[in-house]
């Protein structure tokens, strides 16, 4: 997923897994954790960990391109 690679992976990679999590491969991303959280972090949504950590929310368009992969079975592309 190209905004996971712009936004996530340079925190959640294999040999740097931020949290314990790894964004840089399919498997890593479609874990159920990731896929059950990953909405409520990008969006600061209480109760979740604020993503990116320290920064601003990304941007409307790529939070919904995230909120769209996943609704439509989180495709390998």
């Known amino acids: 997923n190209p905004v996971m690679q712009?936004?996530?992976?340079?925190c959640h990679n294999a040999s740097n897994a931020g949290g314990g999590i790894n964004?840089?491969?399919y498997a890593g991303t479609t874990t159920t954790t990731v896929i059950n959280r990953l909405v409520g972090s990008i969006k600061h949504l209480q109760g979740y960990s604020a993503m990116p950590q320290g920064g601003?929310?990304?941007s409307p368009c790529d939070m919904n391109a995230i909120e769209k992969w996943i609704n439509t079975g989180h495709p390998n592309n």
Do not use: A, P, R, Y
């Open 56 to 58: 601003s929310q990304l």
């Open 23 to 25: 964004l840089s491969d």
């Open 6 to 10: 712009t936004w996530c992976v340079g």
